[in-house]
């Protein structure tokens, strides 16, 4: 993927509003998940809020891919195509990932979401992998390896039954949609590069009931599934390293104090 981009300060600040972006369209989505609602609404909803802020959704197009958002249910891991013919039904959960381009600079975030009440493994797997997301974030500083992320992550995804997707993984964002490095969800300790100040990736774990591994749907080329057919959940934010911490960028309601 070639070298990390060291962000600057106008790069980073316009970052920072894409990221901001991207999280507003998250919660306007949150709005419509409800029992009987099809995911190509919610994602007809979350472009018209994209475009009419100027921006533009990063996903459209993107290789071919067709949404302006992966919205992915139950068994989906990632990269679910929104459709009219996908309805939600009580006790579905799923992830909607969004990516924005404002004024050239990219946000990516996505989370989960349930509709009605959901069964206590799917809560519980949910609630799992939120603190993975967790986990993974308090490793961002500078001089730290990019591995302990993943390290972190597995370790407490595993301890709890759980495994992790190794297929995909959270990468370098802001300049492009991918850039170097790729964040692994699950490496050894203290192994790949060292943080430094001015980078920015997301990271953005899929944790699995069952097995680690997925089937891409051959007919769409695109949909993830888990080969078992068990849940999948995943979060995803988008991180700056700072001179001596972090910073969610995607994070619009205080969840994580800058560091």
Request: include cysteine.
């Amino acid at each position: 993927m070639g070298r990390i981009i060291i962000k600057n300060g106008e790069q980073t600040e316009g970052i920072r509003k894409s990221c901001r972006l991207a999280a507003q369209a998250l919660d306007l989505a949150g709005q419509f998940v409800q029992q009987g609602v099809s995911t190509g609404f919610i994602n007809a909803k979350i472009e018209e809020f994209i475009i009419s802020h100027g921006a533009i959704p990063a996903t459209k197009g993107y290789n071919g891919y067709p949404m302006s958002s992966c919205i992915s249910l139950n068994e989906v891991v990632c990269h679910g195509i929104p459709s009219e013919q996908t309805v939600l039904k009580e006790g579905d959960i799923l992830n909607i990932d969004v990516t924005t381009i404002l004024n050239g600079y990219y946000g990516d975030t996505s989370r989960m979401f349930i509709v009605g009440e959901v069964s206590f493994e799917a809560e519980s797997l949910i609630k799992a992998t939120k603190h993975c997301l967790d986990l993974g974030i308090q490793q961002v500083k500078p001089g730290n390896y990019f591995g302990n992320i993943g390290f972190v992550i597995s370790r407490y995804a595993r301890a709890n039954g759980y495994s992790v997707v190794y297929e995909f993984c959270g990468h370098g964002v802001g300049v492009n949609f991918h850039e170097a490095p790729n964040v692994d969800h699950t490496s050894r300790k203290n192994t790949g590069q060292l943080m430094k100040q001015g980078m920015i990736f997301t990271i953005e774990p899929m944790i699995n009931q069952g097995k680690p591994s997925t089937d891409i749907d051959k007919k769409d080329g695109w949909t993830a599934r888990t080969v078992d057919g068990k849940l999948s959940a995943q979060f995803e934010h988008t991180v700056l390293v700072t001179g001596t911490g972090f910073e969610v960028l995607t994070d619009i309601h205080g969840d994580y104090p800058i560091t």
